[in-house]
């Protein structure tokens, strides 16, 4: 069974700094897609962060580029998003998820972060930033 687990999330002041963390569990494949999604109230679910575990290509939103960097621990299966400058704007539950469509296989294939790529999701931490 896949399991994604999330963590990490609080409330911080405008210009502070979260870092999430996504743990994986309940698949052994080597390569696939791992993207981090947020949701504020009353909006759609959007594109964060992704990272392409082949090669760890990565891709940012324009809204965190310079702002948010993706990483990963391969011995600990975990998936890490540390945010820094954060604006209210970036207030909302942040979640993970999967992408195991094969094109992860090979190198230089870029990730996407559509929410309709990703099959596998997580229950989402709150990240509230506010003064």
């Known amino acids: 069974q896949v399991q994604l687990v999330e963590s990490g999330g609080g409330l911080v002041q405008p210009g502070g700094s979260l870092r999430l963390s996504c743990a994986a569990s309940?698949?052994?494949?080597?390569?696939?897609?791992i993207g981090w999604f947020r949701q504020a109230p009353g909006k759609e679910r959007e594109g964060v962060s992704c990272?392409?575990?082949?090669?760890?290509?990565?891709y940012y939103a324009d809204s965190v580029k310079g702002r948010f960097t993706i990483s990963r621990d391969k011995a600990k299966n975990t998936v890490y998003l540390q945010m820094s400058t954060l604006k209210p704007e970036d207030t909302a539950v942040y979640y993970c998820?999967?992408?195991?469509?094969?094109?992860?296989?090979?190198?230089?294939?870029?990730?996407?972060?559509?929410?309709?790529?990703?099959?596998?999701w997580g229950q989402g931490t709150q990240v509230t930033v506010s003064s």
């Open positions: 998820a999967t992408d195991f469509a094969p094109r992860y296989y090979y190198k230089g294939r870029a990730c996407l972060i559509r929410v309709n790529e990703y099959t596998y």
């Open positions: 309940g698949f052994t494949l080597d390569y696939y897609a």
């Open positions: 990272i392409n575990t082949n090669d760890d290509n990565t």
